[in-house]
């Protein structure tokens, strides 16, 4: 009954930019933790970058400096700013939030993922 749609992704070329989207809906009461994170071909996915409610950040050694992560709790909805891009960060990206629904019961969801490429 929870449901992500994210949006932002694309193409860009190295040293551009992308912001990324995913808002929270349903029957949600509140939301906890919100985050991004991105998996490649290949490789196991990874954090990227997580917020709490209050607004504290945690993010991986590779965005540090380049990501930001940020959150409208009336929006119900996370942002991920991607600066300086590198073909490294090429993945596609999943957004994830955990909260409590109106029964008070913990969820945890998942976006459909967008894809991010960085290329020339």
């Known amino acids: 009954q929870v449901q992500l749609v994210e949006s932002g992704g694309g193409l860009v070329q190295p040293g551009g930019s992308l912001r990324l989207s995913c808002q929270a809906s349903?029957?949600?009461?509140?939301?906890?933790?919100m985050g991004w994170y991105r998996q490649a071909p290949g490789v196991q996915r990874e954090l990227v970058a997580t917020v709490t409610r209050g607004g504290s950040t945690n993010y991986a050694d590779s965005v540090k400096g380049r990501f930001t992560i940020s959150r409208d709790n009336a929006k119900r909805t996370v942002y991920l700013q991607m600066n300086s891009l590198k073909p490294e960060d090429t993945a596609v990206y999943y957004c994830?939030?955990?909260?409590?629904?109106?029964?008070?019961?913990?969820?945890?969801?998942w976006g459909q993922g967008t894809q991010v490429t960085v290329s020339s």
């Open positions: 349903g029957s949600i009461f509140i939301l906890d933790a």
């Open positions: 994830n939030v955990e909260g409590r629904d109106f029964s008070f019961r913990t969820f945890r969801s």
